[in-house]
């Protein structure tokens, strides 16, 4: 009796603390409404970008396919592109365009939109909103990391569900998108992607962190070494990770530039918290 009492209590900790845990992953998109600048959106442009006030605003923590853009210099659409525009813009429009602002450490990206999280006014979270739906997935940029445990988690769970953009991967393997075997990659895929696969080289030159996989280079620029544990990424070596970012083709190989350790899932903040 006494063993079924101690197995019990054990059982009754571990479910405690699983939702301890699980719950504080919820609530790191948690704010004080009241401190969040508030204004009137005018519309969604693409699943992360959006018009407010006349200015173009783009949603921190996470990226959305692009839609196709036919100009001087052609842009290929990515899949659900256009759905998750209309996401957005249904989300916004029953929530009558009213949105509350939060800033991060950079405000400005390289084109000078500024960055925000996006709040509704019972305290609901756009850009957790947006990457639970499956539309969108997230990542870290600019050292922006307000609720990026929240942003991970969020995907993740669009990730499990199989939901929009997983699903599209699942019914089009073919398409390589979102995410890519690092073996099976042509010269059609380069920009935003998760690449997959084993790690096969870690070492370091005078200007880079360098990451080998069997057809994909990882790079860090020294620019950004303060962001990452170089020992970390040793440790990396001869394990199969999934890293994002955009890829380029450079004399017959595939390219992704790092900024910060986030772009790697063994390094991401839902994996580290669980450590």
């Not at 004080?32 to 992360?48: F, N, Q, R, S």
């Not at 921190?60 to 100009?71: N, S, T």
């Not at 940029?141 to 929240?150: D, I, M, P, Q, V």
Request: aromatic share 10%; charged share 25%; net charge positive.
């Amino acid at each position: 009796m006494k063993k079924l009492i101690s197995f019990l209590a054990l059982a009754l900790t571990s479910i405690s603390l699983s939702f301890s845990a699980s719950a504080a992953v919820e609530q790191t998109c948690k704010v004080d409404t009241e401190k969040l600048l508030w204004t009137k959106a005018d519309y969604a442009i693409t699943g992360d970008t959006l018009v407010i006030n006349r200015q173009r605003v783009r949603l921190a923590g996470l990226y959305a396919p692009q839609i196709e853009k036919k100009q001087k210099w052609h842009t290929p659409g990515e899949p659900l592109a256009k759905e998750a525009q209309t996401f957005l813009n249904k989300l916004l429009a029953n929530n009558d365009l009213e949105v509350g602002i939060e800033f991060d450490t950079t405000r400005l990206d390289n084109r000078n939109r500024q960055l925000v999280h996006l709040f509704l006014r019972d305290g609901t979270s756009v850009q957790q909103k947006m990457l639970e739906s499956g539309y969108t997935l997230a990542r870290t940029t600019y050292n922006n990391l307000k609720h990026a445990e929240c942003y991970y988690q969020a995907e993740q769970k669009a990730r499990n569900g199989e939901y929009q953009l997983w699903d599209f991967m699942a019914k089009n393997p073919d398409r390589h998108f979102p995410l890519a075997n690092s073996s099976k990659l042509t010269s059609e895929d380069e920009g935003f992607r998760i690449i997959k696969g084993k790690i096969v080289k870690v070492d370091k030159s005078s200007s880079n962190y360098i990451l080998n996989m069997d057809t994909t280079g990882i790079r860090v620029q020294k620019k950004y070494w303060k962001n990452f544990d170089y020992n970390k990424l040793k440790a990396l070596n001869g394990k199969t990770i999934e890293v994002r970012g955009y890829a380029y083709l450079y004399k017959g190989a595939m390219y992704m530039m790092l900024d910060h350790p986030y772009s790697i899932d063994a390094l991401s903040p839902i994996n580290q918290a669980n450590k």
